[in-house]
């Protein structure tokens, strides 16, 4: 099973410093470059990657709803 890391979308990074307490609108700072997103920011980062990574693995078989 492959393992999904949210990355930075600036560098690439895969550390971040957040609040204890996340939402969506909280700030996250990746630790390599200091970028700053919000959570959902990244998780939609995250999520397009996941798909990419479906797509590139299942091809047509692969339909995002």
């Known amino acids: 099973m492959a393992q ?3 990355k930075c979308p ?3 990074g ?3 410093k957040h609040p204890s307490e996340l939402k969506n609108d909280s700030p996250v700072t990746c630790v390599n470059c200091g970028e700053v ?3 959902a920011q990244l998780v939609d980062h995250a999520t397009k990657q996941t798909q990419e990574l479906l797509k590139r ?9």
């Open 4 to 6: 999904i890391q949210i």
């Open 10 to 12: 600036n560098c690439g």
């Open 14 to 16: 895969e550390q971040f």
């Open 37 to 39: 997103r919000t959570r």
């Open 57 to 65: 693995k299942f091809g047509d078989r692969f339909k995002p709803k």
